[in-house]
């Protein structure tokens, strides 16, 4: 079981926070973070559901990390493992999760792979998507693995596709000519981009691509 606990610098000064497995009682909770953090046009079909979560905790607990603020569920961020190979990287979100059911978890595999991670946007100042991501940094470690890896949302792109491919955007992104709300956050956690891929997943804001971003494990 995880259980780490963290001081967290708000306006007011410092509040507690604890980062730790989610469990059964946390389902409603953690759906309703999936609402609150991706409103349309966001898919709603793409938020949890209740089977999904009870495989989480069922077929891999230490990947299935939520952190809660003065007792308040604020965030989750789930992960399985997967056999990559990095000659062979593109892939869909729904080919590499099971659809999120990650039915398709390989306790022997090389890298740990995210599935989701979500913050109540009235917590966002408080950087627990830094916080959780570090955790899942020392799951990786933990289990001896090569890497974390996830597809990483450019939601920023559509607004610059008419004079950008993906591959180019991600390029101003990394080169700080750009701001993405999610692919800026990854490279502030130590997230380094290894490529491009389309229809990866059904997102009209970054035109289904996504950016493939691992964090190695340095132990490795």
């Known amino acids: 079981m995880y259980r780490k606990q ?3 610098k708000s306006d007011e ?3 507690e926070g604890v980062v730790r497995n989610y469990r059964r009682e946390d389902y409603d909770e953690l759906i309703a973070i999936q609402a609150e953090s991706f409103p349309p046009p966001f898919p709603p079909e793409l938020w949890w559901n209740k089977e ?3 495989n989480h905790v069922t ?7 939520c952190v809660e603020v003065d007792g308040v569920l604020a965030g989750s961020m789930t992960g399985l493992i997967v056999e990559f190979d990095p000659q062979h990287p593109v892939h869909t979100w729904e080919e590499i999760t099971d659809d999120g059911y990650i039915r398709n978890h390989n306790p022997n595999g090389n890298t740990l792979y995210v599935v989701d991670i979500c913050i109540r946007p009235d917590y966002r100042k408080l950087a627990l998507g830094k916080i959780l991501m570090q955790s899942m940094y020392e799951v990786v470690i933990f289990k ?7 597809g990483g949302r450019m939601p920023g792109y ?3 596709a008419e004079r950008l491919t993906a591959e180019e955007y991600l390029q101003e992104v990394v080169a700080g000519k750009l701001k993405d709300p999610v692919i800026t956050f990854l490279l502030n956690v130590g997230r380094l ?7 990866y997943i059904e997102d009209e804001e970054s035109l289904n691509y996504a950016a493939l971003m691992e964090w190695r494990n340095p132990f490795k």
């Open 59 to 65: 077929l891999f607990l230490e990947g299935a990390l």
């Open 193 to 199: 981009p290894i490529g491009v891929v389309e229809d």
């Open 52 to 54: 999904q979560l009870e």
């Open 6 to 8: 963290v001081l967290l």
């Open 144 to 150: 001896g693995l090569d890497r974390l890896l996830g």
């Open 158 to 160: 559509h607004r610059h």
């Open 13 to 15: 000064g410092y509040v």
